[in-house]
């Protein structure tokens, strides 16, 4: 799976723009916060994937591993918050629609 994603998102990079890398990257910080505010024990996992991402498109997002950093430490400062308040009773079916939706930025060839 590690192996299909590389290849996709170099495709990606071949013939991507940075709105489509920014797509991508936003969609794995957004999964990031989640995974923060839900506990989940692959936050850790989650943040050094978006940190991967970010290298391999680079030149193809305006992310960088600087605004990984960032947002890490204001998560564990408590200085971001979500847009919406959730239930933690529904945060894995929240993780999992974040996931879906990274994963549909990839497109069908990461299936």
């Given at each position: 799976?590690m192996?299909?994603?590389?290849?996709?998102?170099g495709a990606?990079?071949?013939v991507g723009s940075?709105?489509?890398g920014?797509?991508?990257?936003?969609a794995?910080?957004e999964?990031?916060?989640?995974?923060?505010?839900?506990?989940?024990p692959?936050?850790?996992?989650?943040?050094?994937?978006v940190?991967?991402?970010i290298?391999?498109l680079k030149?193809v997002?305006?992310?960088?591993?600087?605004?990984?950093?960032?947002?890490d430490d204001?998560?564990?400062n408590?200085?971001?918050?979500?847009?919406?308040?959730?239930?933690?009773?529904?945060?894995?079916?929240l993780?999992?629609?974040?996931?879906?939706?990274v994963d549909?930025?990839?497109g069908p060839?990461?299936?």
């Amino acid at each position: 799976m590690m192996m299909i994603t590389v290849l996709l998102l170099g495709a990606l990079v071949s013939v991507g723009s940075i709105e489509k890398g920014d797509a991508i990257v936003a969609a794995q910080i957004e999964l990031l916060k989640l995974s923060f505010f839900c506990d989940d024990p692959l936050y850790r996992s989650k943040r050094n994937r978006v940190i991967e991402t970010i290298a391999e498109l680079k030149g193809v997002t305006s992310f960088s591993e600087k605004t990984v950093t960032a947002l890490d430490d204001a998560l564990k400062n408590k200085t971001v918050r979500l847009a919406t308040p959730i239930n933690r009773g529904d945060c894995m079916a929240l993780i999992s629609e974040a996931q879906e939706a990274v994963d549909a930025l990839y497109g069908p060839a990461a299936k």
